[in-house]
Protein backbone atom coordinates (compact mmCIF):
# COMPACT_ATOMS: atom_id res chain seq x y z
CA UNK A 1 0.00 0.00 0.00
CA UNK A 2 1.59 3.04 -1.34
CA UNK A 3 1.37 6.20 1.61
CA UNK A 4 -0.43 9.43 0.47
CA UNK A 5 2.82 11.73 0.39
CA UNK A 6 3.51 10.12 -2.99
CA UNK A 7 0.82 10.86 -4.84
CA UNK A 8 0.64 14.69 -4.19
CA UNK A 9 2.78 15.47 -7.06
CA UNK A 10 0.68 13.52 -9.66
CA UNK A 11 -2.43 15.37 -9.08
CA UNK A 12 -3.71 19.01 -9.80
CA UNK A 13 -4.05 21.24 -6.62
CA UNK A 14 -1.68 18.96 -3.86
CA UNK A 15 -2.56 21.51 -1.59
CA UNK A 16 -6.18 19.66 -0.89
CA UNK A 17 -4.77 16.77 0.50
CA UNK A 18 -1.33 17.84 2.39
CA UNK A 19 -3.04 19.44 5.43
CA UNK A 20 -0.29 21.29 7.65
CA UNK A 21 -2.42 24.95 7.29
CA UNK A 22 -1.51 27.28 9.78
CA UNK A 23 -3.85 26.88 12.62
CA UNK A 24 -4.50 22.92 12.04
CA UNK A 25 -4.54 20.98 15.11
CA UNK A 26 -2.42 18.28 16.20
CA UNK A 27 -2.24 16.22 19.03
CA UNK A 28 -0.83 12.96 20.16
CA UNK A 29 -3.51 10.16 19.11
CA UNK A 30 -2.74 7.77 22.02
CA UNK A 31 -3.46 10.28 24.90
CA UNK A 32 -7.08 11.44 23.63
CA UNK A 33 -10.04 9.37 24.29
CA UNK A 34 -12.05 9.88 21.21
CA UNK A 35 -10.86 10.48 17.62
CA UNK A 36 -13.21 12.53 15.18
CA UNK A 37 -13.01 12.32 11.58
CA UNK A 38 -15.01 14.84 10.34
CA UNK A 39 -15.99 14.55 6.32
CA UNK A 40 -17.14 17.16 4.23
CA UNK A 41 -18.66 15.28 1.24
CA UNK A 42 -17.17 17.83 -1.21
CA UNK A 43 -13.86 19.32 -2.54
CA UNK A 44 -11.69 20.84 -0.15
CA UNK A 45 -12.39 24.36 -1.19
CA UNK A 46 -15.81 24.29 -0.89
CA UNK A 47 -15.43 22.45 2.55
CA UNK A 48 -12.89 24.72 3.80
CA UNK A 49 -15.62 28.14 3.27
CA UNK A 50 -18.12 26.58 5.63
CA UNK A 51 -18.29 27.44 8.74
CA UNK A 52 -20.00 25.01 10.61
CA UNK A 53 -17.14 22.83 10.15
CA UNK A 54 -15.28 25.85 11.68
CA UNK A 55 -17.14 25.65 14.68
CA UNK A 56 -17.49 22.10 15.19
CA UNK A 57 -13.63 21.23 14.53
CA UNK A 58 -12.75 24.10 16.83
CA UNK A 59 -15.00 22.72 19.87
CA UNK A 60 -13.83 19.38 19.46
CA UNK A 61 -10.50 20.05 19.32
CA UNK A 62 -11.32 22.24 22.45
CA UNK A 63 -11.95 19.04 24.51
CA UNK A 64 -8.58 17.72 25.93
CA UNK A 65 -9.61 13.89 25.58
CA UNK A 66 -10.64 14.83 21.67
CA UNK A 67 -9.23 14.89 18.55
CA UNK A 68 -11.54 16.13 15.58
CA UNK A 69 -9.91 15.62 12.04
CA UNK A 70 -10.54 16.89 8.56
CA UNK A 71 -11.58 14.50 5.43
CA UNK A 72 -12.73 15.94 1.93
CA UNK A 73 -13.62 14.46 -0.79
CA UNK A 74 -11.25 13.62 -3.31
CA UNK A 75 -11.44 15.00 -7.15
CA UNK A 76 -11.49 12.35 -9.73
CA UNK A 77 -7.50 12.26 -10.43
CA UNK A 78 -6.98 11.86 -6.77
CA UNK A 79 -9.62 9.11 -6.71
CA UNK A 80 -7.93 7.01 -9.68
CA UNK A 81 -4.88 6.96 -8.07
CA UNK A 82 -5.91 5.82 -4.53
CA UNK A 83 -8.10 3.34 -6.21
CA UNK A 84 -4.58 1.75 -8.63
CA UNK A 85 -2.86 2.70 -5.95
CA UNK A 86 -4.29 1.03 -3.16
CA UNK A 87 -4.30 4.31 -0.78
CA UNK A 88 -7.25 4.35 1.50
CA UNK A 89 -8.95 7.74 2.41
CA UNK A 90 -7.48 9.79 4.89
CA UNK A 91 -7.31 12.49 7.68
CA UNK A 92 -5.39 15.87 6.63
CA UNK A 93 -4.06 15.95 9.79
CA UNK A 94 -2.57 12.68 10.87
CA UNK A 95 -2.72 11.24 7.64
CA UNK A 96 -4.61 7.56 9.11
CA UNK A 97 -7.55 6.42 7.45
CA UNK A 98 -11.18 6.49 8.28
CA UNK A 99 -10.79 3.09 10.08
CA UNK A 100 -8.30 4.49 12.54
CA UNK A 101 -11.88 6.99 13.88
CA UNK A 102 -13.88 6.41 16.54
CA UNK A 103 -16.50 8.54 14.96
CA UNK A 104 -16.76 9.32 10.87
CA UNK A 105 -19.22 12.46 10.83
CA UNK A 106 -20.48 14.02 7.81
CA UNK A 107 -22.45 17.20 7.22
CA UNK A 108 -24.86 17.42 5.09
CA UNK A 109 -25.51 20.79 3.38
CA UNK A 110 -27.10 19.74 -0.13
CA UNK A 111 -28.71 16.52 -1.26
CA UNK A 112 -26.49 16.04 -4.40
CA UNK A 113 -23.97 15.46 -2.17
CA UNK A 114 -25.03 12.05 -0.73
CA UNK A 115 -23.15 9.97 -3.45
CA UNK A 116 -20.09 11.83 -2.59
CA UNK A 117 -20.64 10.01 1.00
CA UNK A 118 -20.72 6.90 -0.06
CA UNK A 119 -17.78 7.16 -2.08
CA UNK A 120 -15.79 8.68 0.58
CA UNK A 121 -16.90 5.35 2.91
CA UNK A 122 -15.82 3.18 0.06
CA UNK A 123 -12.48 4.96 -0.48
CA UNK A 124 -12.43 5.01 3.48
CA UNK A 125 -12.83 0.88 3.80
CA UNK A 126 -16.08 1.05 5.47
CA UNK A 127 -19.13 -0.64 4.39
CA UNK A 128 -21.31 1.69 3.06
CA UNK A 129 -24.77 0.02 4.64
CA UNK A 130 -24.49 0.65 8.95
CA UNK A 131 -25.97 -3.34 9.23
CA UNK A 132 -22.91 -4.50 7.42
CA UNK A 133 -20.27 -2.62 10.33
CA UNK A 134 -19.81 -4.36 13.18
CA UNK A 135 -17.90 -2.88 16.78
CA UNK A 136 -15.01 -3.11 14.48
CA UNK A 137 -15.60 0.17 12.10
CA UNK A 138 -16.33 3.72 13.30
CA UNK A 139 -19.89 4.84 13.94
CA UNK A 140 -21.01 6.38 11.11
CA UNK A 141 -22.74 9.98 12.11
CA UNK A 142 -24.14 12.86 10.55
CA UNK A 143 -25.85 16.49 11.07
CA UNK A 144 -26.51 19.58 9.09
CA UNK A 145 -29.66 21.17 7.35
CA UNK A 146 -30.09 17.85 5.15
CA UNK A 147 -30.85 15.88 8.65
CA UNK A 148 -33.92 17.41 8.70
CA UNK A 149 -35.09 14.61 5.99
CA UNK A 150 -32.22 12.03 6.71
CA UNK A 151 -34.51 9.09 5.38
CA UNK A 152 -32.75 8.79 1.55
CA UNK A 153 -29.32 8.23 3.57
CA UNK A 154 -30.72 6.88 6.57
CA UNK A 155 -29.34 2.90 5.48
CA UNK A 156 -25.64 3.98 5.11
CA UNK A 157 -25.77 6.39 8.87
CA UNK A 158 -25.65 4.96 12.54
CA UNK A 159 -27.00 7.82 13.69
CA UNK A 160 -28.06 11.69 13.12
CA UNK A 161 -27.52 14.78 15.18
CA UNK A 162 -31.17 17.30 14.55
CA UNK A 163 -30.27 20.57 14.97
CA UNK A 164 -27.59 22.43 16.23
CA UNK A 165 -24.69 20.27 17.29
CA UNK A 166 -22.46 22.32 20.09
CA UNK A 167 -23.90 20.33 22.96
CA UNK A 168 -25.59 16.90 21.50
CA UNK A 169 -22.39 16.08 19.52
CA UNK A 170 -20.28 16.34 22.44
CA UNK A 171 -23.14 14.46 24.89
CA UNK A 172 -22.83 11.42 22.06
CA UNK A 173 -18.61 11.24 22.62
CA UNK A 174 -19.39 11.48 25.95
CA UNK A 175 -21.49 8.63 26.25
CA UNK A 176 -19.00 6.92 23.72
CA UNK A 177 -16.50 7.60 25.92
CA UNK A 178 -17.98 6.24 28.94
CA UNK A 179 -19.20 3.11 27.57
CA UNK A 180 -15.81 2.66 26.18
CA UNK A 181 -14.02 3.41 30.10
CA UNK A 182 -16.55 1.04 31.94
CA UNK A 183 -16.26 -2.11 29.32
CA UNK A 184 -20.31 -1.91 28.44
CA UNK A 185 -19.89 -0.78 25.40
CA UNK A 186 -21.56 -2.63 22.39
CA UNK A 187 -22.68 -0.75 19.32
CA UNK A 188 -26.07 -1.71 20.02
CA UNK A 189 -26.92 -1.00 23.32
CA UNK A 190 -24.20 2.36 22.13
CA UNK A 191 -27.24 3.36 19.91
CA UNK A 192 -29.89 2.38 22.29
CA UNK A 193 -28.68 4.76 25.01
CA UNK A 194 -28.11 7.45 21.97
CA UNK A 195 -31.63 7.33 20.82
CA UNK A 196 -32.26 8.68 24.38
CA UNK A 197 -30.47 12.02 24.26
CA UNK A 198 -32.79 14.62 22.45
CA UNK A 199 -31.53 15.34 19.15
CA UNK A 200 -30.76 12.19 18.24
CA UNK A 201 -32.19 10.04 15.85
CA UNK A 202 -31.38 6.27 15.41
CA UNK A 203 -32.68 5.39 12.29
CA UNK A 204 -32.29 1.13 12.91
CA UNK A 205 -34.63 2.37 15.43
CA UNK A 206 -37.50 2.63 13.13
CA UNK A 207 -39.60 0.49 11.44
CA UNK A 208 -41.46 1.79 7.88
CA UNK A 209 -44.05 0.57 6.47
CA UNK A 210 -45.65 1.68 2.74
CA UNK A 211 -49.38 1.34 1.27
CA UNK A 212 -49.52 -0.22 -1.86
CA UNK A 213 -49.85 3.22 -3.41
CA UNK A 214 -46.37 4.10 -2.28
CA UNK A 215 -47.03 6.17 0.15
CA UNK A 216 -45.92 6.15 3.90
CA UNK A 217 -48.33 3.72 6.23
CA UNK A 218 -45.84 3.99 9.50
CA UNK A 219 -42.88 4.98 11.13
CA UNK A 220 -43.07 2.60 13.86
CA UNK A 221 -40.01 3.12 17.18
CA UNK A 222 -38.90 0.49 19.19
CA UNK A 223 -36.66 -0.90 21.80
CA UNK A 224 -37.29 2.52 23.63
CA UNK A 225 -36.63 5.05 21.15
CA UNK A 226 -39.00 8.00 21.30
CA UNK A 227 -42.10 8.31 18.56
CA UNK A 228 -40.61 12.08 17.92
CA UNK A 229 -36.88 13.11 17.50
CA UNK A 230 -36.95 16.37 18.56
CA UNK A 231 -34.07 19.00 17.33
CA UNK A 232 -32.00 20.59 19.70
CA UNK A 233 -30.70 24.50 19.55
CA UNK A 234 -28.20 26.76 21.71
CA UNK A 235 -30.66 29.49 23.81
CA UNK A 236 -27.78 31.76 24.66
CA UNK A 237 -25.21 32.27 21.48
CA UNK A 238 -22.84 34.92 23.98
CA UNK A 239 -21.91 32.17 26.10
CA UNK A 240 -21.80 29.48 23.28
CA UNK A 241 -18.13 27.85 22.37
CA UNK A 242 -17.06 29.88 19.08
CA UNK A 243 -13.37 29.67 17.78
CA UNK A 244 -11.06 32.41 18.26
CA UNK A 245 -8.77 31.00 14.81
CA UNK A 246 -9.53 29.51 11.55
CA UNK A 247 -7.52 27.09 9.59
CA UNK A 248 -5.88 28.69 6.83
CA UNK A 249 -5.59 27.48 3.52
CA UNK A 250 -2.64 27.32 1.09
CA UNK A 251 -4.95 27.05 -1.43
CA UNK A 252 -7.59 29.61 -2.74
CA UNK A 253 -11.18 29.10 -1.38
CA UNK A 254 -14.56 29.61 -2.04
CA UNK A 255 -15.08 31.81 0.70
CA UNK A 256 -11.52 32.58 1.69
CA UNK A 257 -11.92 35.22 5.09
CA UNK A 258 -12.79 35.25 8.53
CA UNK A 259 -16.44 34.93 9.47
CA UNK A 260 -18.08 35.93 11.92
CA UNK A 261 -21.94 34.34 13.26
CA UNK A 262 -24.35 37.38 14.12
CA UNK A 263 -27.34 35.81 15.18
CA UNK A 264 -29.24 32.38 14.15
CA UNK A 265 -32.75 31.84 12.97
CA UNK A 266 -34.86 34.42 10.54
CA UNK A 267 -37.76 36.33 11.32
CA UNK A 268 -38.96 36.57 7.91
CA UNK A 269 -41.28 33.36 6.78
CA UNK A 270 -40.48 33.41 2.83
CA UNK A 271 -42.20 30.25 2.15
CA UNK A 272 -39.72 28.55 -0.05
CA UNK A 273 -36.72 28.91 2.39
CA UNK A 274 -36.27 25.85 4.61
CA UNK A 275 -33.60 27.69 6.55
CA UNK A 276 -35.84 30.39 7.77
CA UNK A 277 -38.19 27.59 9.45
CA UNK A 278 -35.49 24.90 10.63
CA UNK A 279 -33.00 27.49 12.26
CA UNK A 280 -35.64 29.07 14.29
CA UNK A 281 -36.22 30.61 16.63
CA UNK A 282 -33.88 33.91 16.17
CA UNK A 283 -31.19 34.02 19.19
CA UNK A 284 -28.81 37.08 18.30
CA UNK A 285 -25.29 37.52 19.81
CA UNK A 286 -24.32 40.76 21.76
CA UNK A 287 -22.30 43.50 19.91
CA UNK A 288 -19.42 43.31 21.88
CA UNK A 289 -18.78 39.49 21.35
CA UNK A 290 -19.07 39.70 17.92
CA UNK A 291 -16.50 42.29 17.62
CA UNK A 292 -14.35 40.64 19.78
CA UNK A 293 -14.78 37.23 18.19
CA UNK A 294 -14.21 38.90 15.02
CA UNK A 295 -11.09 41.08 15.63
CA UNK A 296 -9.63 37.79 17.39
CA UNK A 297 -10.19 35.90 13.92
CA UNK A 298 -8.29 38.40 12.01
CA UNK A 299 -5.62 38.67 14.03
CA UNK A 300 -5.04 35.14 14.44
CA UNK A 301 -5.70 34.14 10.83
CA UNK A 302 -4.03 37.31 8.89
CA UNK A 303 -7.28 37.83 7.11
CA UNK A 304 -7.68 41.22 6.09
CA UNK A 305 -11.48 40.25 5.15
CA UNK A 306 -14.25 39.30 7.07
CA UNK A 307 -17.89 38.90 7.15
CA UNK A 308 -21.08 38.82 9.24
CA UNK A 309 -22.79 35.47 8.59
CA UNK A 310 -26.11 34.95 9.31
CA UNK A 311 -29.39 34.55 7.10
CA UNK A 312 -30.66 38.01 7.06
CA UNK A 313 -27.77 40.72 8.30
CA UNK A 314 -29.78 43.55 8.25
CA UNK A 315 -32.66 42.08 10.15
CA UNK A 316 -29.86 42.26 12.99
CA UNK A 317 -31.26 44.20 15.69
CA UNK A 318 -28.16 45.90 17.02
CA UNK A 319 -26.65 46.45 13.68
CA UNK A 320 -26.12 50.59 13.94
CA UNK A 321 -24.29 50.04 17.27
CA UNK A 322 -21.79 46.95 15.55
CA UNK A 323 -20.79 48.73 12.39
CA UNK A 324 -18.97 51.71 14.57
CA UNK A 325 -16.91 48.73 17.17
CA UNK A 326 -15.58 47.14 14.11
CA UNK A 327 -14.98 50.31 12.01
CA UNK A 328 -13.10 51.48 15.23
CA UNK A 329 -10.14 49.20 14.39
CA UNK A 330 -10.97 47.43 10.82
CA UNK A 331 -10.44 50.96 9.23
CA UNK A 332 -7.10 51.17 11.35
CA UNK A 333 -5.86 47.57 10.41
CA UNK A 334 -6.97 47.96 6.37
CA UNK A 335 -9.44 45.11 7.19
CA UNK A 336 -12.35 44.86 4.58
CA UNK A 337 -16.17 44.28 6.32
CA UNK A 338 -18.55 42.00 4.07
CA UNK A 339 -22.46 42.38 4.86
CA UNK A 340 -24.01 39.57 3.07
CA UNK A 341 -27.94 38.62 2.96
CA UNK A 342 -29.21 42.32 2.72
CA UNK A 343 -32.48 42.34 2.27
CA UNK A 344 -33.64 45.46 0.03
CA UNK A 345 -36.27 46.80 3.20
CA UNK A 346 -33.21 46.07 5.89
CA UNK A 347 -31.32 48.48 3.40
CA UNK A 348 -30.95 52.40 5.44
CA UNK A 349 -29.08 55.20 4.50
CA UNK A 350 -27.40 55.03 7.39
CA UNK A 351 -26.61 51.72 6.64
CA UNK A 352 -25.34 52.69 3.19
CA UNK A 353 -23.30 55.48 3.93
CA UNK A 354 -21.32 52.93 6.55
CA UNK A 355 -20.78 50.46 3.52
CA UNK A 356 -19.51 53.44 1.70
CA UNK A 357 -16.05 53.54 3.47
CA UNK A 358 -15.47 49.44 2.87
CA UNK A 359 -14.68 48.42 -0.22
CA UNK A 360 -16.91 48.63 -2.85
CA UNK A 361 -18.13 45.71 -4.06
CA UNK A 362 -21.42 44.29 -6.02
CA UNK A 363 -24.80 44.31 -3.58
CA UNK A 364 -26.79 41.43 -3.77
CA UNK A 365 -30.50 40.83 -2.89
CA UNK A 366 -33.14 38.41 -3.52
CA UNK A 367 -36.60 39.82 -4.69
CA UNK A 368 -37.45 35.92 -5.75
CA UNK A 369 -40.25 36.53 -7.58
CA UNK A 370 -40.81 39.08 -10.64
CA UNK A 371 -44.56 40.41 -9.42
CA UNK A 372 -45.47 41.40 -6.34
CA UNK A 373 -48.72 39.30 -6.52
CA UNK A 374 -46.32 35.67 -6.52
CA UNK A 375 -43.82 37.62 -3.59
CA UNK A 376 -46.68 37.78 -1.57
CA UNK A 377 -47.94 34.21 -2.63
CA UNK A 378 -44.52 33.17 -1.50
CA UNK A 379 -44.40 35.59 1.57
CA UNK A 380 -41.51 37.63 0.59
CA UNK A 381 -42.90 40.62 2.09
CA UNK A 382 -40.82 42.93 -0.35
CA UNK A 383 -42.54 45.68 -2.39
CA UNK A 384 -41.42 47.03 -5.58
CA UNK A 385 -41.49 50.72 -4.06
CA UNK A 386 -38.63 48.90 -1.60
CA UNK A 387 -37.10 47.19 -4.35
CA UNK A 388 -36.55 50.72 -6.14
CA UNK A 389 -36.40 52.70 -3.21
CA UNK A 390 -33.12 50.62 -1.85
CA UNK A 391 -31.14 50.26 -5.22
CA UNK A 392 -31.17 54.40 -5.22
CA UNK A 393 -29.75 54.66 -2.03
CA UNK A 394 -27.38 52.12 -3.36
CA UNK A 395 -26.67 54.09 -6.72
CA UNK A 396 -26.47 57.08 -4.45
CA UNK A 397 -24.01 55.88 -2.34
CA UNK A 398 -21.71 54.62 -5.10
CA UNK A 399 -22.82 51.09 -6.60
CA UNK A 400 -23.03 50.62 -9.91
CA UNK A 401 -23.50 46.52 -9.75
CA UNK A 402 -26.29 44.90 -8.36
CA UNK A 403 -26.86 40.86 -8.46
CA UNK A 404 -30.69 39.62 -7.94
CA UNK A 405 -31.62 36.27 -7.04
CA UNK A 406 -34.89 34.78 -8.25
CA UNK A 407 -37.07 31.32 -8.41
CA UNK A 408 -38.38 29.83 -11.42
CA UNK A 409 -41.10 27.16 -10.63
CA UNK A 410 -42.87 28.59 -7.64
CA UNK A 411 -46.03 27.88 -6.45
CA UNK A 412 -48.83 29.47 -8.62
CA UNK A 413 -46.29 31.01 -11.52
CA UNK A 414 -47.55 31.36 -14.25
CA UNK A 415 -45.79 32.75 -17.46
CA UNK A 416 -46.65 36.63 -16.38
CA UNK A 417 -44.38 36.12 -13.56
CA UNK A 418 -41.59 34.67 -15.55
CA UNK A 419 -41.44 37.66 -17.54
CA UNK A 420 -41.58 40.58 -14.70
CA UNK A 421 -38.32 39.34 -14.13
CA UNK A 422 -36.53 40.40 -16.62
CA UNK A 423 -39.35 43.50 -16.44
CA UNK A 424 -37.86 44.28 -13.15
CA UNK A 425 -34.79 44.07 -14.26
CA UNK A 426 -34.69 46.74 -17.25
CA UNK A 427 -36.38 48.77 -14.67
CA UNK A 428 -33.43 48.74 -12.10
CA UNK A 429 -31.33 49.75 -15.19
CA UNK A 430 -33.72 52.77 -16.26
CA UNK A 431 -33.72 53.49 -12.60
CA UNK A 432 -29.82 53.45 -12.39
CA UNK A 433 -29.51 56.37 -15.43
CA UNK A 434 -32.43 58.41 -14.13
CA UNK A 435 -31.04 59.08 -10.86
CA UNK A 436 -28.84 62.54 -11.02
CA UNK A 437 -27.19 61.20 -7.38
CA UNK A 438 -25.56 57.82 -9.53
CA UNK A 439 -21.70 57.00 -10.14
CA UNK A 440 -21.10 59.36 -12.67
CA UNK A 441 -18.62 57.64 -15.26
CA UNK A 442 -20.04 54.73 -14.83
CA UNK A 443 -22.57 51.89 -16.27
CA UNK A 444 -24.56 49.95 -14.44
CA UNK A 445 -24.48 46.08 -14.28
CA UNK A 446 -27.28 43.97 -13.34
CA UNK A 447 -26.91 40.52 -12.59
CA UNK A 448 -29.90 37.88 -12.83
CA UNK A 449 -29.51 34.22 -10.92
CA UNK A 450 -32.05 32.52 -11.54
CA UNK A 451 -32.62 29.03 -9.54
CA UNK A 452 -35.55 26.11 -9.80
CA UNK A 453 -37.73 25.90 -7.09
CA UNK A 454 -37.01 22.86 -4.97
CA UNK A 455 -39.82 21.85 -2.59
CA UNK A 456 -38.05 21.19 0.41
CA UNK A 457 -39.29 19.97 3.73
CA UNK A 458 -40.50 21.64 7.05
CA UNK A 459 -41.60 24.63 4.69
CA UNK A 460 -45.29 25.74 3.95
CA UNK A 461 -44.07 24.28 0.23
CA UNK A 462 -42.97 20.51 1.82
CA UNK A 463 -46.98 19.73 -0.33
CA UNK A 464 -46.36 21.29 -3.52
CA UNK A 465 -45.25 19.60 -6.52
CA UNK A 466 -42.11 20.86 -8.63
CA UNK A 467 -42.36 22.03 -12.35
CA UNK A 468 -41.45 19.62 -14.73
CA UNK A 469 -38.51 19.43 -16.44
CA UNK A 470 -40.01 20.85 -19.80
CA UNK A 471 -42.32 23.62 -17.91
CA UNK A 472 -38.97 24.65 -16.35
CA UNK A 473 -37.14 24.83 -19.46
CA UNK A 474 -40.03 26.71 -20.90
CA UNK A 475 -39.89 29.04 -18.28
CA UNK A 476 -36.34 29.65 -18.42
CA UNK A 477 -36.63 30.17 -22.47
CA UNK A 478 -39.35 32.56 -21.95
CA UNK A 479 -37.22 34.56 -19.18
CA UNK A 480 -34.54 34.59 -21.86
CA UNK A 481 -36.23 35.98 -24.19
CA UNK A 482 -37.50 38.99 -22.23
CA UNK A 483 -34.03 40.17 -21.68
CA UNK A 484 -33.11 42.80 -24.10
CA UNK A 485 -30.33 44.41 -22.96
CA UNK A 486 -26.38 44.13 -22.58
CA UNK A 487 -26.69 46.21 -19.37
CA UNK A 488 -28.65 42.77 -17.70
CA UNK A 489 -26.63 39.40 -17.57
CA UNK A 490 -28.66 36.34 -16.75
CA UNK A 491 -27.84 33.05 -15.39
CA UNK A 492 -30.04 30.05 -14.72
CA UNK A 493 -29.84 26.28 -13.24
CA UNK A 494 -29.87 23.34 -14.52
CA UNK A 495 -33.30 21.86 -14.32
CA UNK A 496 -32.24 17.93 -14.49
CA UNK A 497 -30.12 19.11 -11.33
CA UNK A 498 -32.93 20.32 -9.47
CA UNK A 499 -35.40 17.92 -10.60
CA UNK A 500 -33.00 15.06 -9.03
CA UNK A 501 -32.73 17.42 -5.72
CA UNK A 502 -36.55 17.63 -5.47
CA UNK A 503 -36.62 13.53 -5.43
CA UNK A 504 -33.98 13.27 -2.61
CA UNK A 505 -35.43 16.26 -0.97
CA UNK A 506 -38.77 14.23 -0.15
CA UNK A 507 -37.43 10.86 -0.45
CA UNK A 508 -37.80 7.89 1.29
CA UNK A 509 -35.42 5.11 2.61
CA UNK A 510 -36.62 3.34 -0.50
CA UNK A 511 -33.98 5.88 -1.97
CA UNK A 512 -31.10 4.36 -0.84
CA UNK A 513 -31.02 1.66 -3.20
CA UNK A 514 -31.01 4.23 -6.08
CA UNK A 515 -28.03 6.22 -4.32
CA UNK A 516 -25.89 3.00 -4.01
CA UNK A 517 -26.57 2.40 -7.45
CA UNK A 518 -25.73 5.53 -9.02
CA UNK A 519 -22.36 5.71 -6.80
CA UNK A 520 -22.03 2.21 -8.75
CA UNK A 521 -22.57 3.70 -12.46
CA UNK A 522 -19.75 6.26 -11.61
CA UNK A 523 -21.88 8.97 -9.34
CA UNK A 524 -19.17 10.97 -7.21
CA UNK A 525 -19.21 14.41 -7.11
CA UNK A 526 -22.50 15.02 -8.36
CA UNK A 527 -23.17 18.19 -7.07
CA UNK A 528 -20.74 19.57 -9.43
CA UNK A 529 -22.13 20.13 -13.31
CA UNK A 530 -19.27 18.59 -15.08
CA UNK A 531 -19.55 15.29 -13.12
CA UNK A 532 -23.65 15.37 -12.47
CA UNK A 533 -25.08 12.26 -15.47
CA UNK A 534 -28.68 12.86 -15.31
CA UNK A 535 -29.13 9.11 -17.15
CA UNK A 536 -27.03 7.99 -14.45
CA UNK A 537 -30.01 8.93 -12.12
CA UNK A 538 -32.90 8.12 -14.04
CA UNK A 539 -31.31 5.00 -15.18
CA UNK A 540 -31.06 3.45 -11.58
CA UNK A 541 -34.75 5.14 -10.60
CA UNK A 542 -35.95 2.41 -13.20
CA UNK A 543 -33.82 -0.01 -11.82
CA UNK A 544 -35.46 0.38 -8.65
CA UNK A 545 -38.67 0.28 -9.53
CA UNK A 546 -39.35 3.75 -8.50
CA UNK A 547 -41.21 6.72 -9.91
CA UNK A 548 -39.22 10.14 -9.57
CA UNK A 549 -42.09 11.81 -10.64
CA UNK A 550 -43.59 10.06 -7.39
CA UNK A 551 -41.27 12.46 -4.94
CA UNK A 552 -41.07 15.66 -7.00
CA UNK A 553 -43.75 16.32 -9.00
CA UNK A 554 -47.23 15.06 -6.98
CA UNK A 555 -49.21 17.41 -4.80
CA UNK A 556 -48.82 15.23 -1.52
CA UNK A 557 -52.31 15.94 0.66
CA UNK A 558 -51.87 17.59 4.18
CA UNK A 559 -53.22 14.04 5.34
CA UNK A 560 -50.35 11.95 4.04
CA UNK A 561 -47.85 10.91 6.19
CA UNK A 562 -44.76 12.39 5.44
CA UNK A 563 -41.07 11.09 5.42
CA UNK A 564 -39.98 13.05 8.01
CA UNK A 565 -42.99 13.30 10.40
CA UNK A 566 -41.85 11.61 13.25
CA UNK A 567 -38.89 14.04 13.66
CA UNK A 568 -39.53 17.71 15.01
CA UNK A 569 -38.30 20.85 13.93
CA UNK A 570 -39.95 23.13 16.16
CA UNK A 571 -42.36 24.74 13.59
CA UNK A 572 -45.58 22.86 13.76
CA UNK A 573 -47.34 21.16 10.82
CA UNK A 574 -51.03 23.63 11.38
CA UNK A 575 -48.89 26.15 11.10
CA UNK A 576 -47.33 25.38 7.75
CA UNK A 577 -51.08 24.21 6.57
CA UNK A 578 -52.06 27.26 7.25
CA UNK A 579 -49.14 29.22 5.56
CA UNK A 580 -49.46 27.23 2.60
CA UNK A 581 -53.24 27.85 1.93
CA UNK A 582 -52.70 31.35 2.26
CA UNK A 583 -50.06 30.99 -0.32
CA UNK A 584 -52.43 30.41 -3.12
CA UNK A 585 -54.59 32.99 -1.94
CA UNK A 586 -51.32 35.15 -2.32
CA UNK A 587 -52.02 36.49 1.26
CA UNK A 588 -48.96 37.71 3.26
CA UNK A 589 -48.07 36.94 6.51
CA UNK A 590 -46.20 39.21 9.32
CA UNK A 591 -42.68 38.56 10.27
CA UNK A 592 -42.38 37.89 13.86
CA UNK A 593 -41.08 40.75 15.18
CA UNK A 594 -44.75 42.66 14.11
CA UNK A 595 -46.43 39.85 15.35
CA UNK A 596 -46.32 36.73 16.52
CA UNK A 597 -47.67 33.74 14.63
CA UNK A 598 -47.09 30.77 16.91
CA UNK A 599 -45.82 28.46 14.57
CA UNK A 600 -44.45 26.62 17.61
CA UNK A 601 -40.55 27.48 17.54
CA UNK A 602 -40.67 30.59 19.63
CA UNK A 603 -41.89 28.63 22.87
CA UNK A 604 -39.13 25.71 22.12
CA UNK A 605 -37.66 25.80 25.31
CA UNK A 606 -39.66 25.64 28.78
CA UNK A 607 -42.68 27.65 27.43
CA UNK A 608 -40.36 30.84 27.05
CA UNK A 609 -39.85 32.49 23.93
CA UNK A 610 -36.27 33.45 23.37
CA UNK A 611 -36.90 35.87 20.63
CA UNK A 612 -36.74 39.81 22.54
CA UNK A 613 -39.87 41.76 21.30
Known sequence: MANPDELFLQVQKPSRYTGGELNSVMKDKNAVDVRFAFCFPDLYEVGMSHLGMKILYGLFNHQPWAWCERVFAPDTDMEALMREKNV???????????????????????????????????????????????????????????????????????????????????????????????GSYTKAEFLRRAAQIEGVYVPSLYDVTYHKDGTIAAVTPRDGAPSVVKKRIIRDLDS????????????????????????????????????????????????????????????????????????????????EELLPLL????????????????????????????????????????PEAGTQRLRDAINKNVTEEEIFRTTGKAFKAGWSAVKLYFMLGLPTETMEDVGGIADLGQRIVNAFYQ??????????????????????????????????????????????????????????????????????????????AVLESVWRKGGRLEAWSEYFDYNRWTEALSECG????????????????????????????????????????????????????????????????????
Not at 106 to 115: D, V
Not at 136 to 150: D, R
Not at 586 to 613: L, M
Open 88 to 182: PLWALESRDPLTAFDFVGFTLQYEMSFTAILNMLDLGRIPLRAADRDESYPLVVAGGPCACNPEPIADFFDLFFLGEGEEVDLEVMELYREMKRD
Open 546 to 613: LDPAFYANRRRPYEEILPWDHLDYGVTKEFLIRENQKAHEAQTTPHCRQQCQGCGAACWKEGVCVERR
Open 327 to 366: LEWSEKEHTNISLPSLRVDGFSEELAERLSVLRRAGLTFA
Open 435 to 512: NPDRPKGKGVTISISCSCFVPKPFTPFQWEPQDTAEQLADKQAHLRANVTTKKISLSTHDNTVSFIEAVLARGDRRLG
Open 240 to 319: CYYPDYFVVPFTDVVFDRAQSEIFRGCIRGCRFCQAGFIYRPVREKSPEVINKQSHDLCASTGYEEFSLASLSTSDYTRL
